[in-house]
């Protein structure tokens, strides 16, 4: 290797690849010099971790990539940037494996200083600046206020929580929004079941619709409504049914009939008092809402009402926006906007032959909205079965000027709850489902937090409530936390003992780890850095969920193998700061995953 440059000591792996990258840069420019490689070429460098620490710490396979175009067979071409790279202590030895992969062995020594940095930077260890500059909106949850949250949105909740906290910590300003849909027909439905379960509570004998909303919550609306003004809003429930068309259980049509209801309500009731029973339920509703997210350890920025849109004309003049480029047409009475210009495979309608808009029309407002509030990148995060939604919201982005990569939809598959064998229901409607709450009643907010982000978030997922709630190594969460409360643990003892450390060790004591435990552990904890930037990039908790699991298991043999109290000093002073960095970097990860660290299990 050539003697000419000396580059800062590492500190963490994402350095090390940069530093890497430079030396086989240099590499290249010094054969090119040399007529090697020709002055054109310019290589695509890229280093990964080597999979086998047998096969040294990093790889490259750059000579692989260049042979070809070099017509100089791959390990010859190896050897001859491995002779040119400019020295580095931080490397001790390179090699040459397989076809022409360049290994790389970095020197120990270097990597216990990932222990010092962990220590100086603390809670900050691991945030970088990656995407400073660059403002992202990630929406996600939104359900419609209808009734309580299930536990299918709650894999969402966490996944658009823990994605928004992982873009911030790598430096992008992020804003957390949540779109309330408290217009359209979902909204009447749940205004109709309300009054005919207040009318029930007016003494009224109602034959509730099939396609009504049947959760016990809507009964709790409905006493308190009548509570508040007992019988001013009552009709005789005769009136109510004249003449609406059967339901389906009578061998009609549920559509059909939950429809004729919605409109005999609103005529009964009137605009005003039709308005206070649905302002009813939606208050009620939203405000759970918003408690079940803030005790599952998520916020929002802004709660954007569909309403408002309505309200303010944005919906209009969405359309005009759309007409006014030439992209709407009239078809049946009805209009139409063009999305098959934009890849979408047909095209949709925008207001129907009623004269109503559709839901697509607000969704196209909403959009346009987030465009002229200055987004640099608009995430939707979406349950699994909108992903047929996704070519006409992108369609209608690019019709309105927007660019393909403006929208990143990222797809969240519903959880599925097992009781044993018994697969628990889900529907809304029939009220027959599993709340938020009272999953976190039963397996805590940390642990149904951690179980949802387990997996890629468009992968089926079935929550396992028995393993939810053990404490045993089989529990995954259990099993991190259990390594940062061990390591408290073995801090009390300290104290307990009388016997002090040394947090400002110099590398001199730290060179006593040199256990194969601790040298793997020292490995894992330089990782950190490059598991949360990629995790944030790639829209991926997982990542980070792993990472903590190999981590925590780490430690965990490590403290079955080891004493960390020894009697000599130094050593117990090294041991101690590398628990200590290791309980450092858990509870960062953990926290950012909205995840508890415990002192005490």
Excluded at 45 to 50: D, F, P, V, W
Excluded at 199 to 222: D, K
Excluded at 413 to 421: K, N, S
Aim: glycine share 6%.
């Amino acid at each position: 290797m050539d003697n000419t440059q000396n580059f800062e000591p590492i500190k963490c792996c994402k350095i090390m690849k940069q530093t890497l990258k430079t030396l086989i840069q240099q590499a290249v420019v010094s054969l090119k010099k040399e007529g090697v490689l020709d002055q054109s070429i310019i290589p695509n460098i890229t280093i990964e971790r080597a999979r086998d620490s047998s096969h040294g710490d990093f790889s490259s396979n750059l000579a692989l990539i260049l042979a070809k175009p070099a017509k100089i067979n791959p390990r010859i071409l190896a050897q001859k940037i491995i002779e040119v790279l400019p020295d580095n202590d931080a490397i001790v030895k390179v090699e040459i494996a397989g076809p022409g992969f360049i290994n790389f062995f970095i020197n120990p020594d270097k990597s216990y200083q990932i222990i010092s940095t962990i220590h100086q930077q603390g809670t900050q260890f691991g945030l970088s600046k990656v995407g400073a500059g660059k403002k992202i909106q990630v929406e996600f949850v939104s359900a419609n206020p209808t009734g309580p949250l299930h536990v299918g949105h709650g894999r969402g909740a966490a996944y658009g929580s823990a994605v928004a906290d992982l873009l911030a910590a790598v430096g992008f300003e992020v804003h957390r929004e949540y779109y309330v849909n408290d217009a359209g027909r979902q909204m009447d439905i749940l205004t109709t079941s309300i009054w005919l379960r207040y009318l029930e509570e007016c003494g009224e004998v109602v034959v509730f619709p099939s396609n009504g909303y049947r959760g016990e919550y809507v009964r709790e609306i409905a006493w308190k409504l009548h509570h508040s003004v007992h019988n001013e809003y009552r009709h005789p429930a005769e009136l109510v049914l004249e003449d609406i068309p059967v339901d389906e259980g009578h061998g009609g049509d549920k559509e059909i009939h939950i429809d004729a209801l919605i409109e005999r309500t609103k005529t009964l009731l009137g605009t005003t008092q039709y308005r206070d029973v649905f302002q009813a339920g939606l208050q009620v509703i939203l405000d759970d809402i918003k408690v079940d997210l803030s005790e599952f350890g998520v916020d929002y920025h802004h709660w954007f009402s569909e309403r408002q849109l309505i309200e303010q004309g944005a919906i209009d003049a969405a359309l005009n926006n759309l007409k006014e480029k030439g992209y709407l047409y009239n078809k049946d009475g009805a209009v139409w906007f063009e999305s098959t210009k934009f890849g979408d495979e047909k095209d949709r309608v925008v207001v129907r032959d009623n004269g109503q808009t559709t839901y697509f029309a607000s969704d196209i407002a909403y959009h346009l909205n987030k465009l002229e509030r200055g987004y640099d990148q608009i995430i939707n995060i979406w349950g699994a079965d909108h992903h047929g939604y996704i070519p006409r919201i992108n369609a209608a982005l690019l019709a309105l000027g927007a660019g393909a990569e403006k929208l990143k939809v990222l797809l969240v598959q519903f959880a599925v709850l097992y009781r044993g064998e018994e697969k628990i229901s889900m529907s809304t409607r029939s009220g027959e489902f599993v709340t938020l709450r009272q999953l976190r009643s039963e397996v805590g907010k940390d642990a149904a937090r951690f179980f949802y982000l387990m997996r890629r978030s468009e992968q089926h997922m079935d929550f396992d409530l028995k393993l939810a709630t053990s404490k045993t190594n089989e529990n995954p969460v259990f099993y991190v936390q259990y390594a940062y409360a061990r390591i408290c643990s073995v801090l009390r003892q300290l104290d307990e003992k009388g016997l002090e450390r040394d947090l400002n060790l110099g590398m001199d004591s730290l060179t006593l780890l040199t256990e194969s435990y601790e040298v793997k552990l020292l490995n894992t904890l330089s990782r950190y850095v490059e598991v949360l930037e990629k995790s944030a990039l790639n829209y991926e908790p997982h990542q980070l969920i792993h990472y903590l699991r190999e981590l925590a298991n780490d430690f965990h043999v490590y403290y079955n193998a080891h004493q960390f109290l020894v009697d000599k000093v130094d050593l117990r002073n090294a041991r101690l700061n590398l628990i200590t960095a290791i309980k450092q970097v858990l509870s960062n990860g953990l926290n950012l995953l909205g995840i508890n660290s415990p002192e005490v299990m």
